[in-house]
């Protein structure tokens, strides 16, 4: 990956609306090259894919939670259920897998309190957990989608599909 991947990269998480002239045109490249270039970062799953970002507020979502989830069983069965269960509920933004003292971290929005109320039942019901914090944000402060891209050409890795 070179600097002018970087550049596209870079434009493309900013506005991914962006024309492949418009592109081309900001990184010094003519469309065809740039076109191949995006295809390429395509298929190599640099990038991942291209998405709307919606303001929550304006939607009527306007109560974001982390939700912090302990558990006794560590097996890999009763993750493989956890997360099935988690991924079928649309109020789950973000979901992981921690280190430390908390074993799973997730993002929830959701309307208000209520809908909260509901969602921690669904989730309480769902599998049996040791505990279960909920921490519920004021104000955003700082939100982005993008990533700090490295300031110098790089190999990037390559990893499977984290079936997202």
């Known amino acids: 990956m070179d600097a002018i991947d970087l550049k596209i990269l ?23 090259p740039c076109w191949k270039r995006i295809q390429r970062l395509e298929a190599d799953g640099v990038i991942d894919r291209r998405v709307a970002v919606l303001d929550p507020v304006k939607l009527g979502l306007g109560l974001t939670v982390f939700v912090s989830v302990e558990t006794s069983d560590h097996s890999r069965e009763w993750l493989d259920r956890f997360a099935s269960a988690v991924a079928a509920m649309p109020e789950v933004l973000e979901f992981y897998r921690m280190a430390g003292d908390v074993d799973y971290m997730l993002r929830v929005v959701v309307s208000d309190m209520q809908a909260y109320d509901a969602f921690y039942k669904r989730l309480i019901d769902s ?9 519920f944000a004021m104000e955003k402060v700082k939100s982005t989608t993008a990533l700090p891209l490295p300031t110098a050409p790089f190999t990037p890795v390559l990893v499977a599909a984290s079936g997202k």
């Open 127 to 135: 599998l049996p957990l040791k505990n279960v914090t909920s921490r």
């Open 10 to 32: 870079a434009l493309l998480q900013q506005d991914a609306t962006l024309s492949i002239a418009q592109i081309g045109e900001r990184v010094g490249l003519s469309q065809t």
